[in-house]
């Protein structure tokens, strides 16, 4: 291949001078060397390592349609999370606590205004 011979910074330079500033770091071009020194030339997506996760927004939604004014630490329990892990779903399910209920998050004609002209 063509980075043969050639260090992982030094592919990594190259890489950077043809597509761009920052657009591979270090220690990817060190990561993809050491696999291919071990012949491992497979680059399709793997299992990632780490904590798969915990609660899904299906879970979650479900729960919000048995009773949507329950509280984060009430989500939690039932789903055998932290606080924290229902804050960051409901977040990602653009839900807002509004009259004590989730609901999902609805922009006003005003702000949907304001952010198309800032885009």
Known sequence: ????????????????????VNVVSKSTCE???????EDDF????????????????????????????????????????TQQDISIRLRQMRKILKEEKWVPHALSEKTKMIVLRSV
């Not at 063509?2 to 950077?16: D, N």
Request: charged fraction near 25%; include cysteine; charge should be neutral.
């Open 31 to 37: 990561f993809w060397f050491r696999r291919f020194k």
């Open 1 to 20: 291949y063509e980075f043969q011979g050639k260090s992982a910074a030094k592919a990594c330079e190259s890489i950077c001078s043809v597509l761009g």
């Open 42 to 81: 497979d680059v399709s997506d793997r299992e990632r390592s780490g904590a798969p996760q915990k609660v899904t927004n299906y879970e979650l939604q479900a729960l919000l349609d048995q009773n949507s004014c329950q509280t984060q630490n009430e989500l939690a329990q039932q789903l055998g999370v």
